[in-house]
């Protein structure tokens, strides 16, 4: 069995959204506060790095490495986690430079991370550059691929299932905002060994779904052959929505503007730009073309990702209507 240190306040609230159920005439919604994990401001990748800190850990490590946006709310946790626990930190993040660190990135700054700036393009080889320069120079360095998306970073979401099962709402779906896909992995793993009988739904960021979801599949596939289970989930069953990520990774549309805004005004929630503002645009635009029924229950899962309202060109653009 895979170890795991305690990294995230759990189990993570789930609160009914009474007013924004009522303005839209149903279905029952309901949200999954993953934005308040704790750590370093919380979000969905504490989950997994409860596992890959345990196997950096047993491994000997003594710096963590991995790579993402400049707004990268895993990297921003990464950089926690290593904090908690004494290890050093190295991002490799894609994108220019910002004159002031704003939102994640100055966060980042704040526990101590050490950062490096790339090119979307060269991002993997860069962070492999970086790991080997770091085992030469005696640091230990374990690797923690883009958005901690291997078959122990999956576990996170596994492991969150069993929570949510424990919870009682039992959901008709499940919407979340999927993007390296080890979250979508997890939940559909955990959804099969607790006997989740409702759907899992994710809104794509950023790819066309195929092929996404026989990405997820195969990551699930893998994962289970970690653990010894002897079934496999089908690309078929990873349900994935690509219709909202048109705009590409990261650019603000008049869609998740409006969500942002909706869920503030009439829930008190806050939602992130990047993530949980196009799945929450996606789950509004389901809403309103009729695809859930009016009594099902529909769970937003939010991932986190708040700390990237307050980075320019979200922190303005998101007050431009
Ligand atoms: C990383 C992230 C996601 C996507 O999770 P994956 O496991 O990469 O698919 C969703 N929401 C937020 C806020 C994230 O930071």
């Not at 008709?172 to 009988?197: P, R």
């Not at 960021?205 to 092929?211: A, F, K, L, Q």
Request: hydrophobic share 40%; proline share 4%.
């Amino acid at each position: 069995m895979i170890e795991r240190v305690p990294l995230a306040h759990l189990p993570t609230p789930i609160e009914a959204l009474p007013r924004l159920s009522r303005l839209l005439g149903g279905p029952q919604l309901f949200i999954k506060r993953d934005d308040l994990t704790g750590l370093g401001m919380g979000g969905n990748k504490t989950r997994k790095l409860e596992y890959l800190a345990a196997d950096a850990l047993a491994e000997g490590a003594k710096t963590l490495i991995t790579t993402g946006a400049v707004q990268s709310n895993h990297c921003r946790q990464v950089a926690a986690a290593a904090a908690k626990l004494g290890l050093d930190c190295q991002l490799i993040l894609a994108g220019n430079e910002p004159g002031k660190a704003q939102g994640n990135l100055l966060l980042d700054k704040l526990s101590g991370a050490q950062v490096f700036f790339t090119t979307k393009a060269n991002r993997d080889q860069e962070l492999q550059l970086r790991f080997q320069q770091a085992q030469r120079d005696g640091q230990k360095p374990y690797l923690i691929p883009y958005g901690g998306s291997n078959t122990i970073g999956a576990l996170g979401y596994l492991n969150a299932m069993r929570e949510l099962s424990e919870q009682k709402l039992e959901p008709d779906w499940i919407v979340f905002a999927t993007s390296s896909g080890g979250t979508q992995a997890g939940l559909i793993l955990g959804a099969h060994l607790t006997g989740f009988k409702g759907k899992i739904l994710g809104i794509s960021i950023e790819h066309s779904s195929d092929p996404f979801s026989a990405q997820i599949a195969d990551l699930a596939n893998k994962t289970v052959d970690e653990l010894g289970y002897d079934w496999s989930v089908t690309s078929r069953e990873v349900l994935i929505n690509d219709s909202y990520c048109q705009a590409g990774y990261g650019v603000l549309t008049s869609a998740e503007i409006e969500a942002v805004n909706l869920f503030a005004r009439t829930e008190g929630i806050l939602l992130d730009p990047v993530y949980t503002g196009r799945a929450a645009a996606g789950l509004l635009d389901l809403i309103r073309k009729g695809f859930f029924r009016p009594e099902e229950k529909v769970l937003l899962w939010h991932t986190g990702g708040t700390p990237a309202l307050f980075a320019e060109p979200y922190s303005q653009g998101l007050l431009d209507k």
